[in-house]
C-alpha cells in the first residue's frame, strides 16, 4: 500500500471520526427536553464539544498532509478525488 493510500485511508478515518463525534454533539445538545441544564450537563457538553474541536483539528491536518502530498506527486491537475 502506497504512502498516498495510507495518508487517504488515515483521513477518511479521521473524518468517519468527526462526523461520529459532532453526531454525538448534536444528540447531547438536543436531548435536554426543557431550556435549563444542569451544570453537570453542561459540563459534560463542554468536554464532548472540546474533544470534538480536536478530532476536527487532527483531520483538518491529516487533509491538508494529504493535499501536499498529492500535489507534490502531480495528482492535482485533472483528479477527481475530493479533498
Do not use: P, W
Not at 18 to 24: E, L, V
Not at 32 to 54: C, F, K, P, V, W
Amino acid at each position: 500500500m502506497s504512502q498516498d493510500q495510507i495518508l487517504r485511508d488515515e483521513c477518511l478515518n479521521a473524518l468517519s471520526n468527526y462526523i461520529r463525534q459532532a453526531q454525538k454533539t448534536c444528540a447531547l445538545l438536543s436531548n435536554g427536553e426543557d431550556q435549563s441544564l444542569s451544570l453537570e450537563r453542561l459540563l459534560a457538553i463542554l468536554a464532548h464539544t472540546q474533544a470534538e474541536n480536536d478530532i476536527r483539528k487532527s483531520y483538518i491536518e491529516l487533509r491538508q498532509r494529504l493535499f501536499h502530498v498529492l500535489i507534490g506527486n502531480g495528482h492535482n491537475s485533472g483528479s477527481s478525488h475530493a479533498i
